[in-house]
């Protein structure tokens, strides 16, 4: 049984919504349960630092830049064998510390989460219609709303430095590739992801995207061809207003577009950097999707 916790969160200019976010962490987890309560700053330009200090957080400057560097620097400081990550545009679900935790009784269990929901109406739509039309999902792992077995991240070196934006997806496929370790997600315990500004939750997704391609250790995939590129370009729109009207979401109109737009742009990127690094690094750290 999980007794004790240190908290963990790296943070950057996170003012506007810290604050809800702290709140519903001592709301959720009870201060008995807690050790430390552990921030590690991103060179913030805002409030971040003073008000992590009200809610009586001990902060760390991230000695890099980036997710891996500062969750790295926070895991420097953990000294309980469990650990919970919490990012700083997440509201943990109100019964997330009554249901994550218990996942850690098995002792196979290296990570537990659960999963979180855009709470921008068309972030949401956007995620749906992928779903319906291909089946699929996208990945709901994160280390976001995590609990970890700390001696199994302390014994993979730390979080993987492999890509400045997949350090979720490495993480998980490190412990699951090579650890006797699970990482289990429950899809019943839904927090909310806050974004609240479509265009810009759209070019951060662009630039995250763009960062990550032109990281020669990730996962690379096959340069788009010219009759792709050119059906992307001229069936997005029709597509935008197909799902415009049937949801009655005039927003997607330039929304769907300009996703597509920068989806594309990323995997011409993908493509141009793998031909490059194929040479270097004929095999990939981890399979392909």
Known sequence: MVDKVDLVMWAKNGEALLPEVLKRVDEVIPNEN???????????????????????WNIYANPGRGVSSGANEALRHVDCDFFVSVE?????????????????????VGCAQGVRILTHPVLRLLTDWQYETTGRR???FSI???????????????????????????????????????WIIDDHVVSL??????????????????????????????????AVILRILLTSPVRALQIAIKRKCPTMIW??????????NVHLIWGRVDSQVKS?????VFPSK
């Open 34 to 56: 807690v050790c430390h309560k552990i921030l590690v700053d991103d060179h913030s330009v805002d409030r971040t630092v003073e008000i992590a200090k009200a809610f009586n």
């Open 88 to 108: 700083q545009d997440i509201i943990l679900s109100k019964k997330w510390w009554d249901k994550i935790p218990k996942h850690m009784e098995n002792p196979s």
């Open 138 to 140: 996208p990945p709901m």
């Open 144 to 182: 976001d709303n995590n609990i970890f077995r700390t001696k199994v991240i302390k014994s993979m070196g730390g979080f993987p430095k492999i890509c400045p934006i997949c350090t979720d997806i490495a993480t998980m496929k490190t412990m699951m590739l090579e650890t006797p370790y699970k």
């Open 193 to 226: 992801h806050v974004k609240d500004d479509l265009r810009a939750s759209l070019e951060h997704t662009y630039k995250m995207g763009h960062l990550c391609a032109q990281t020669p250790y990730c996962i690379h995939e096959e340069n788009p061809k010219l």
């Open 255 to 264: 929304a769907y577009p300009l996703l597509r737009l920068y989806q594309l």
């Open 280 to 284: 270097k690094h004929p095999k990939s």
